[in-house]
């Protein structure tokens, strides 16, 4: 069995990087980016709840909990409002899409490593055990 160094796999990881970063999912969702920062309505909302939220920080602050829930109000009427814009929805969507490739390639290589790990010590994969465990008597 090869064996790498920690600079090797860190290595290997970066060039996966750079495969998944031009994949047709990862070049959707910079172009949908792309169109939400280009958008004047959407920045516009973001701005107005960005400012909200100073003020809800404040109005927490002082106490004063009649105006902060009148700005908590506000917010969430703003955030609706953009949620509702299917730009918006594209995005949420394709953030879910490539979420779930990190989920994939992740949950892939975390089996793959504890697969070689348990063939490597001669255990049982369909046990899931390590040689070390199989080995040790059971009373």
Do not use: W
Not at 27 to 48: C, T, V
Not at 72 to 94: G, H, N, T
Request: hydrophobic share 35%; net charge negative.
């Amino acid at each position: 069995m090869a064996k790498y160094t920690r600079a090797e796999v860190i290595e290997e990881a970066q060039n996966l990087a750079n495969k998944m970063a031009n994949i047709e999912e990862i070049d959707r969702f910079k172009q949908l980016e792309a169109k939400l920062n280009e958008n004047n309505k959407i920045q516009s909302l973001i701005k107005k709840i960005k400012a909200l939220q100073k003020q809800a920080v404040n109005f927490q602050a002082y106490g004063k909990q009649e105006a902060l829930k009148r700005v908590e109000e506000e917010i969430d009427r703003l955030q609706a409002e953009i949620d509702e814009i299917p730009l918006v929805q594209e995005f949420k969507e394709s953030q879910v899409v490539i979420n779930g490739i990190l989920q994939l390639v992740t949950n892939t290589i975390a089996r793959e490593i504890t697969n070689e790990v348990i063939r490597s010590t001669g255990g049982d994969l369909l046990a899931g055990e390590t040689g070390s465990k199989k080995g040790q008597s059971h009373c």
